[in-house]
């Protein structure tokens, strides 16, 4: 099945930095790579996500690459805010496996003031 | 709309004992899953149903029940409960992936599990 791995685990920013999360995948049949934030004790919410047929998306503040050959995606989030931090989750699906989501293991970043 | 709902919101079992983990929710959703959150691990899949009266194993199943008896309701069943399964269990729902396009998963509000 798919592996997922996310990196790095934790990410420590001074507010206005940039952060950049990345995130390898293991099967070449995933073609969609959705972005969860966490805050803390709430539930994930989807970000941003992204399709196999598309190398980059934005919105506003956040990012995210793909390179399907090296079978990796990144998150990136601009001129950072205190709201930022929280942890962010990565994932992959493939089209074979409808909506079966496979996580990685999570980043927690935090916005220093 | 309510969105994906889950109760209990906090509980405490002993080894052995068994419960169900309720989840619903209110927007039509064909496919529901149910994930645990360990730390450092991300969301794990245990089950999930593409539709009323089908289900199917996740990446860890075991020690787990689920059925799909209405479009509406998920629950999760853990059979005997055993410390390794101590977490937080995540309910999710989506819409059916159509033509090819993905659909958001919504994700409910959590139950933290604790298997003493």
């Known amino acids: 099945g798919e592996n997922v791995e996310q990196h790095p685990s934790t990410l420590s920013v001074q507010e206005g930095d940039s952060a950049v999360i990345k995130c390898t995948y293991s099967d070449s049949a995933s073609n969609y790579f959705p972005w969860y934030k966490q805050e803390l004790g709430k539930r994930p919410q989807l970000i941003i996500d992204?399709?196999?047929?598309?190398g980059e998306k934005k919105d506003q503040r956040i990012a995210v690459t793909l390179n399907k050959t090296a079978k990796h995606f990144s998150l990136h989030i601009t001129e950072t805010q205190p709201e930022d931090s929280a942890v962010y989750f990565c994932?992959?699906?493939?089209?074979?496996?409808?909506?079966?989501?496979?996580f990685g293991g999570g980043t927690r970043v935090l916005v220093k003031p | 709309n309510a969105g994906v709902t889950q109760t209990p919101k906090f509980q405490v079992l002993k080894t052995g004992q068994s419960m169900t983990l309720q989840c619903a929710q209110d927007?039509?959703?064909?496919?529901m899953s149910w994930y645990r959150q360990d730390p450092g691990m991300g969301l794990r899949l245990i089950h999930y149903?593409?539709?009323?009266?089908?289900?199917d194993q996740g990446e860890v199943p075991n020690g787990y029940n689920v059925s799909r008896s209405t479009t509406e309701d998920f629950p999760l069943r853990l059979l005997s409960a055993a410390p390794s399964q101590t977490s937080v269990y995540f309910c999710?729902?989506?819409?059916?992936?159509?033509?090819?396009?993905?659909?958001?998963?919504?994700f409910g509000p959590g139950t933290r599990l604790t298997v003493l």
């Open positions: 927007m039509n959703h064909e496919y």
């Open positions: 999710a729902s989506s819409p059916t992936k159509r033509g090819g396009s993905y659909n958001e998963q919504f």
């Open positions: 994932a992959a699906s493939m089209a074979a496996a409808g909506n079966k989501l496979t």
């Open positions: 149903s593409v539709g009323a009266g089908i289900t």
């Open positions: 992204i399709r196999s047929n598309v």
